[in-house]
């Protein structure tokens, strides 16, 4: 979705932009490019990891800065707690006056207008379109082209249906006697609100109210879940992009673990309603009153919500090739960004001029990703706005790490703005006396 009057670029080329993009021809589309894609990896994705960076936080917080240096971040759309606390160890300070900030970080997604307003050395952590490009009718439909082109690559993603456009292919899933599983979701719901499993049509029927204008995804549902003490669970999976051309992205080496609260079996007519067997969105399951709050940062492995690192662990100790794991992750983050960087380029260029350097905009994103009993991950849905609350110990220790190693990656130069301002005064200056000096000759 471009800005107003601004005509989007045709399909086939943003599909020659994607080959573009990983170094692909034509005729690259019908073979295997498994080794194409190994170099993009190693070129685009690298971790990160907060032990890197707590130094040079910590010589910022030494350094005095003058009140001219001093880093201003507009919090007046952010509700996180915890972000105020992560720019305050760093020494940066609120803005709570009219005066120009050096980064504006807000907890939804900005316009063009927004974009567009940003001078010189200011930055945003949203990129525009990025909400539309991230709902799930949108990235399934980015997802499904790229597999048309490359089926090998983007096996990753379980087989959807956009609803109503395809309501009636899928419908012919009911038709054989196989029993099937699909998970319904409101293309712009969260929190588990309005999902629902359904087995025949008369499932969808009701799930949906109706045939007519059902803005929904139908997606396969993964009836083998690996399990963990008998229950389903799934990864929270942080990615930065700190930039969108040349796209870089940033894996970040923890994360989190949201297990469900009843124990898992497969779907039956019987149980395909328990909402905390099957869904595992926290706001559901921490309602339940099976659901076990961990109350120490140190233990990462207890309780309903686990540290990725801690679930490492676990899995390494049953015998699971964790290593083998990351590496697809790795890859299914990146495959993942690969099919919607043409998109996200076009809408910032629309907004921002051609000379910029590409880092106006960041943003954090959380990608829910589901490993089976083959310890194969499943990618599935993609968070543009993930939530920084804190409930727990351990929320606070890896989203607060997070947001301070993020901050660091985007490089805030905290004397741009005064820069910019003493050159837009300096060609006022020469504007103002050069008319003067027209006007006496």
């Not at 707590?54 to 010589?59: A, K, L």
């Not at 490009?133 to 983007?154: G, Q, V």
């Not at 993603?157 to 309501?167: E, G, H, K, T, V």
């Not at 009636?168 to 929190?191: A, H, M, V, W």
Request: proline content about 4%; overall charge positive.
């Amino acid at each position: 979705m471009g800005v107003p009057g601004c005509s989007p670029r045709p399909t086939v080329q943003i599909q020659q932009q994607r080959r573009q993009s990983i170094g692909l021809s034509k005729s690259d589309s019908v073979r295997n490019v498994e080794g194409i894609v190994k170099d993009y990896l190693a070129l685009v994705a690298k971790d990160y990891i907060s032990n890197d960076v707590t130094e040079s936080y910590r010589i910022v917080k030494k350094k005095r800065m003058k009140r001219s240096e001093e880093v201003r971040v507009d919090l007046s759309h952010c509700k996180y707690e915890v972000m105020r606390n992560v720019i305050g160890k760093l020494g940066w300070q609120e803005a709570l006056d009219d005066r120009p900030s050096h980064l504006y970080w807000t907890d939804s997604s900005i316009g063009p207008e927004r974009l567009m307003a940003l001078k010189h050395g200011q930055k945003v952590n949203h990129f525009f379109g990025m909400l539309q490009i991230c709902r799930k009718k949108s990235l399934a439909r980015h997802l499904s082209t790229m597999r048309k082109m490359f089926p090998a690559e983007y096996r990753f993603f379980p087989r959807a249906y956009i609803l109503p456009n395809q309501l009636q292919e899928f419908l012919t899933r009911f038709r054989s006697p196989k029993l099937r599983t699909y998970i319904l979701k409101p293309d712009n719901g969260s929190q588990g609100k309005g999902v629902a499993l359904v087995q025949n049509i008369a499932d969808v029927k009701q799930a949906i109210g109706g045939f007519s204008g059902a803005n929904m995804l139908a997606q396969k549902y993964v009836t083998n879940p690996m399990l963990i003490n008998g229950y389903k669970f799934d990864l929270r999976i942080y990615t930065l992009i700190l930039s969108c051309e040349p796209l870089r992205l940033y894996l970040y080496r923890e994360g989190l673990v949201r297990f469900c609260t009843m124990k898992y079996f497969k779907p039956t007519r019987e149980n395909l309603r328990h909402s905390c067997m099957h869904l595992t969105n926290y706001s559901l399951n921490k309602l339940h009153p099976n659901f076990e709050y961990n109350d120490s940062e140190f233990d990462m492995d207890r309780g309903s919500k686990w540290s990725l690192s801690g679930l490492y662990r676990a899995m390494a100790a049953r015998g699971y090739d964790t290593k083998k794991l990351k590496r697809q992750i790795k890859k299914m983050v990146v495959m993942t960004f690969i099919a919607i960087a043409p998109y996200l380029s076009h809408n910032y260029h629309t907004c921002l001029n051609e000379d910029d350097n590409g880092r106006s905009c960041f943003e954090v994103l959380g990608l829910d990703v589901l490993i089976d009993d083959k310890c194969k991950p499943w990618l599935l849905e993609v968070n543009h706005s993930p939530s920084f609350s804190i409930d727990t110990p351990l929320d606070l220790k890896v989203k607060e790490a997070l947001l301070s190693d993020t901050l660091s990656l985007i490089h805030v130069d905290p004397t741009g703005l005064s820069k910019l301002s003493m050159a837009e005064r300096k060609n006022s200056k020469m504007r103002l006396y050069g008319k003067q000096k027209e006007e006496k000759e």
